[in-house]
Each structure stands twice: as C-alpha cells, then as structure tokens.
C-alpha cells in the first residue's frame, strides 16, 4: 500500500514538473518574442514613418532644385597690376572667349586700361582665379544678385497677360460694329505692348544671369582701393565744405566765361545810352535858350 502510494506520489511529482517545465519555456519564448518584437516593430519603419521619410525626401529634393534653379546675377571687378597693360587686356579678352564669353567696353593707354567682359556665370569664378596668370591681383571683389523672385513674379505676369490677349482677340473676332472692332482693338495693342516689355524684361533678366559682368582695371603701378565710406559730424562738415567749394568755382567760372561778352557788348551799350540821355538833356536847353 505504502509503495502503490509512493510509486503515484512519484508520477505526480513527475507530471508536474514537466507541466512546470512547459510552462517555463512557453513562458520564456513569449517573452523572448515580445523583447524580440518591439526591436523588430522599432527596425521596421511604420507607414507614417514611411511617409514622412518619403515627405523628408521630397522636400530635399524640391530644396535642391530649388537651390539649383536659383537666378543669380554675378558681377566682379579686378584691379590688376601688369608691366604691359595692352597684353594683359588682350589676353583677358582671349579668355573670355575661350570659355563662351565676349569683350565689351574697352579703354586702354600705355600706362593704364580697363576692359569689361561677358562670361558664363558658371565661368567667372574660373576667369577671375586666372587673372593671377595676366598679373598681380591686388583687389578682387565678386557680388552676386538673387533675382528669381522678380523672374518668377515677371513670367507669372506674363502668363496672366498672354491669356487676357486672347480673350481679346477673340472679342475682335466676334466684334460685330465698327465701334466695337475699334474700342477691341485699342484694347488689344496697349495689352500686346505690355506683353511685349514684360517679355523683354524677363529675357533681360534671364540674360543677366546667363551671363556674369566682369570689370578688370590694368595698371603698370598698383591700383589704390577705393576709399571707405566715413560718416560723421566732421565727415559731414568736410563734405558740404567742398562742396560749397565747388560751387563757387563753377561760379567763378561762369563769370569768367560772361567776362568777355560783358566787355565787349556791355561797355559800347552803357557808352550809347550815356551819349543819348546826355544829348537830350542839351537838346532842351538849346530850344529854351532860341
């Protein structure tokens, strides 16, 4: 009896530790797996997650073409010191050539000379680096301007304008009396026109920014940069002094210039009057007298 006991003491003993031991591992997996998930859920990005990485992308993307279709008009002025300044500015204009460009205003001597040129925009860092191999570069200053506001607000006003022309021409082509054709026609010129200036400045503004303006100032000795702009009480007072200074040198000037008219037009003019009062004032007396 007591082994029948002890032999069904044992089973259960056994029974439930395997029972146990299921349960440990059920257990344990489950919470291996629920660690195991967030990681998972955290590495897979969720559908907001995707479409805000997808929106990120975009905006960088729009960003970039932004950047990149930005309408800059680029100006530089060089001060340069050469030995033989007409080489120096032929040599200038060759470059600009080279790299799709041309010459424009030009003023030169032996001594002294300046040479404006058109470059790509693209070119014009790479001009101004090359200027080194034509002399010495004392002054370099390059200045750019951010014009896409204004081209962007002239082709959308150029859009508006195209679809008003054709509202009008279609009015003219349903004008019926001679009155009507007129007043449409008026109408229609003055918006062409406008068309036209609008148009014009937008293939100004876009040549501006195709093309960079640079400014190249040769001289066998250096150049002196340009003074600072000062401001103050005793600024002021210089200036107004010399210009009060100016004044009256063109003043003198002037009264230079009417000097010799004066005297040979004045003083026969006073001599004449002279003689004539002076005639009529005896005139009288010669007739009391008789």
Known sequence: MSRRVLWVGVALLAVFATG?????????????????????????????????????????????????????????????????????????????????G????????????????????????????SLEDYGDVTRSEVRSEDVTDQLVDVEARIATQKASVERLRVLFERAGSTAE?????????????????LQRRSESL?????????????????IAPPAPERTGFGDAFVAGWNALVHVLR??????????????????????????LRRRKRVTPTVEADA
Do not use: H, Y
């Open 206 to 222: 876009k040549g501006k920014a195709a093309l960079a303006t640079l400014t190249v100032q040769v001289s066998t000795t250096p």
């Open 181 to 197: 054709i007129a007043q449409v026609e008026g109408e229609l010129t003055k918006r062409q026109s406008e068309l036209e200036s």
């Open 250 to 275: 063109l003043v003198l000037v002037g009264v230079g210039g009417l000097l010799p008219f004066v005297l040979v037009l004045g003083v026969p003019t006073v001599a004449v009057i002279f003689w």
């Open 20 to 100: 146990c031991g299921a349960d440990s591992k059920s257990s344990g997996g489950s919470s291996v797996a629920e660690n195991a998930a967030p990681q998972q859920r955290a590495a897979q990005p969720t559908g907001a997650q995707k479409q805000q990485d997808n929106s990120g992308q975009q905006n960088q993307s729009a960003e970039s073409v932004q950047q990149q279709e930005r309408q800059l008009v680029r100006t530089a002025t060089v001060d340069l010191r050469s030995d033989d300044v007409l080489r120096s500015i032929s040599d200038i204009k060759a470059k600009a050539q080279q790299v799709g």
């Open 102 to 129: 041309f010459a424009g205003q030009e003023s030169s001597t032996q001594s002294r000379g300046s040479v404006t040129v058109r470059v790509p925009s693209n070119e014009l860092d790479g001009v101004v680096r």
